[in-house]
């Protein structure tokens, strides 16, 4: 019944959203090229299949490795910031006008910089769009650490590092968790950034750019489903991490 | 009978834009091997910098504190520390927030042993039973019953206190009393507590420490003659003439030492 429940009422929300859009392009009159609607899209997924395979797994594994470089260079950036109050006040204006650029305008800077080196580029685009939430929150999560906590073992003459490690890290868990969860969407639009803005040939983001040259139109509406499906396996892998690392963190619901 | 904890002479001031914030003036203190000194005074007079400086987390400005006849430089791993938060490891189960001083004091020691040593303070508080349960699983009363644990599982000289039942409501209060006399029957320890409340001072201290305001000095010391003679301290022995007296110098010192403060605390 339980688990009925929570597989069943996301499926029939989608399925809802669905026929909503269906209808209101029925009821609209609108053609393919203003927009399609979602029956025109199992038509696009069988014709396609193999190219949305290949372009899904070249989307999914660049956008996954610039997550993980996000992961430890945010991770040891908070450490910095949560630890020193020099390097909080001298990073944060310096994160916050970074965070602030238009993410589009750095593909052109990075495609000259690194020519030819499609990987890497869509790989440290990813990184550069999704590594700021973490920092900020392992940073506050380390900064806000109550003294008390860090006295109960300071006063057993317990290191620095014995501290981090037993108490820190573990109560900056949920915060990070947190985070991740909105790097995970963020590392998508960065990796469809460079696929669409520099295209190689490569991801989703180009799948979607040939349906726009070859104005087929249920073509792009049938990428979007497919980045916004990809999203939301990837958010379910860091809940089902965040529940392994940090399910302490949930309470009961009464 | 030795000193376990001296305090002579510490004088300490906290820098502050505005200048140096003195909090303690000249203080002295001395607690008999096996005592338990409870300290009251007018809030904000220092009475957590104390509890901050016998556990050697930080330095007077002038002044000794000795614990053992060893001066007091740094932290130490003999002594045991218990807050009005009972500061639980929400991730670990109640067992394993009791062991954690082990983890660093003795990290030797077989997980076994180290469980076995947890357990009989558990049953010993009465939370039996819940130690595999997680602190949000407990009640206010009950993870302070599991923080006190916690601050003597590494069988520490000296406990230090800072107001670890002011959170509690009256009965749960009185309760951890009784519970704390129990501890110190199996467990002998050298206590200091930090208390706002005068009768909580009587029924658990030996000497009752009253400072001045800010910035604190000693300005009163009682030692408290509990009746009801050996054995447990009894509840209703606060209810008996010899406490209500005891009660009332107490409370007449503490105004003495409101009425010392400068005009009303700036914060």
């Avoid at chain 1, 204006?93 to 990075?110: D, E, M, R, S």
């Avoid at chain 1, 499906?229 to 990837?234: C, K, P, T, Y």
């Avoid at chain 2, 510490?10 to 820098?15: D, I, K, N, Q, S």
Wanted: hydrophobic share 50%; aromatic share 10%; net charge neutral.
């Amino acid at each position: 019944m339980d688990m009925a429940r929570k597989i069943g009422i996301p499926i029939l929300a989608i399925v809802l959203f669905l026929a909503f859009w269906e209808f209101i392009v029925w009821v609209n009159g609108w053609p393919n090229y203003v927009m399609a609607s979602p029956s025109d899209l199992p038509d696009a997924y069988v014709r396609f299949w193999n190219l949305f395979l290949i372009g899904s797994w070249q989307t999914l594994w660049r956008t996954v490795a610039g997550l993980i470089l996000a992961v430890i260079f945010g991770i040891v950036l908070g450490m910095i910031m949560g630890f020193s109050r020099v390097a909080r006040d001298g990073l944060y204006p310096l994160l916050v006008g970074f965070n602030a650029i238009p993410k589009a305008t750095l593909v052109p800077v990075l495609a000259l910089l690194f020519i030819g080196e499609h990987n890497f580029n869509t790989v440290l685009m990813a990184f550069l769009i999704s590594f700021f939430p973490i920092a900020v929150s392992v940073g506050i999560g380390l900064s806000t650490l109550e003294p008390e906590y860090r006295d109960i073992l300071r006063s057993l003459g317990a290191s620095k590092v014995t501290i981090f490690w037993k108490i820190a890290l573990p109560k900056t868990l949920p915060e990070f968790f947190g985070a991740l969860k909105v790097s995970v969407t963020l590392a998508f639009i960065g990796t469809n950034l460079v696929e669409i803005i520099s295209p190689h040939g490569r991801g989703l983001g180009a799948l979607f750019l040939s349906g726009q040259t070859n104005s087929n139109y249920p073509l792009m509406f049938a990428v979007l489903i497919a980045l916004a499906f990809l999203g939301i396996v990837l958010y379910y892998a860091v809940v089902a991490l965040e529940r392994i690392f940090a399910g302490w963190a949930e309470r009961p619901q009464g | 009978m030795t000193n376990l904890i001296e305090i002579k002479g510490v004088t300490h001031a906290y820098r502050t834009p505005r200048g140096p914030l003195p909090v303690l003036d000249n203080l002295n203190i001395q607690v008999p091997e096996g005592e338990f000194a409870a300290v009251v005074g007018p809030s904000g007079c220092g009475k957590s910098t104390l509890t901050r400086l016998v556990a050697g987390l930080m330095k007077p400005d002038t002044g000794e504190v000795w614990l053992h006849g060893e001066l007091v430089k740094s932290p130490r791993k003999t002594v045991g520390m218990a807050f009005q938060n009972p500061v639980m490891l929400e991730w670990r189960t109640i067992l394993q927030n009791v062991i954690l001083p082990l983890e660093i004091v003795a990290p030797s020691m077989p997980r076994a042993k180290r469980e076995a040593r947890a357990m009989e303070l558990l049953e010993l508080v009465g939370l039996k039973g819940f130690e595999n349960k997680r602190p949000s699983e407990l009640s206010g009363g009950m993870r302070q019953r599991a923080s006190l644990c916690r601050a003597i599982v590494h069988k520490p000289d000296v406990l230090i206190m800072d107001e670890p039942f002011g959170a509690l409501d009256a009965f749960t209060r009185e309760d951890l009393w009784q519970t704390m006399h129990a501890l110190r029957a199996q467990e002998p320890f050298t206590a200091v507590l930090i208390t706002h409340d005068l009768r909580e001072s009587v029924y658990l201290g030996d000497q009752v420490i009253v400072l001045s305001g800010r910035p604190a000095t000693t300005q009163f010391v009682l030692d408290v003659k509990y009746p009801g003679g050996e054995g447990l301290r009894k509840l209703e022995g606060l209810y008996t003439p010899a406490c209500s007296d005891m009660l009332a110098t107490l409370r007449e010192q503490i105004q003495i030492a409101q009425g010392r403060q400068p005009g009303p605390a700036v914060h």
